[in-house]
Nanobody, 119 residues
Framework: QVQLVESGGGLVQAGGSLRLSCAAS????????MGWYRQAPGKQRELVAD???????NYADSVKGRFTISRENAKNTVYLQMNSLKPEDTGVYYC?????????????WGQGTQVTVSS
């Protein structure tokens, strides 16, 4: 069983910053990818950023230059530093972890944390 516990969401004014954290626990495979997705009301869930166990990062175009993803492998924790926030960044942010050691893919989600950016 794998658990992902998120923290750090909240309400912030446009131009402000927030830092999200997500700690994974349970039966984890060390070679994994951790990431953040978000879902705005009425929209599909979308990738914000992800990072592999060896530090390869991937960002959505809409957040490049404003958000930074990082991780601490020893703590099985991923972070998302969000700067210069915009109202369109509002949504529920979900932590994700996935791995595929051979042929089976494993993927788990956190419960989500609300981020609201006011204009």
């Amino acid at each position: 069983q794998v658990q992902l516990v998120e923290s750090g969401g909240g309400l912030v004014q446009a131009g402000g910053s927030l830092r999200l954290s997500c700690a994974a626990s349970g039966s984890l495979f060390s070679i994994n990818v951790m990431g953040w997705y978000r879902q705005a009301p009425g929209k599909q869930r979308e990738l914000v950023a992800d990072i592999s166990y060896n530090g390869l990062m991937n960002y959505a175009d809409s957040v490049k230059g404003r958000f930074t993803i990082s991780r601490e492998n020893a703590k099985n924790t991923v972070y998302l530093q969000m700067n210069s926030l915009k109202p369109e960044d509002t949504g529920v942010y979900y932590c994700n972890i996935r791995w595929q050691p051979v042929s089976n893919k494993y993927e788990y989600w956190g419960q989500g944390t609300q981020v609201t950016v006011s204009s």
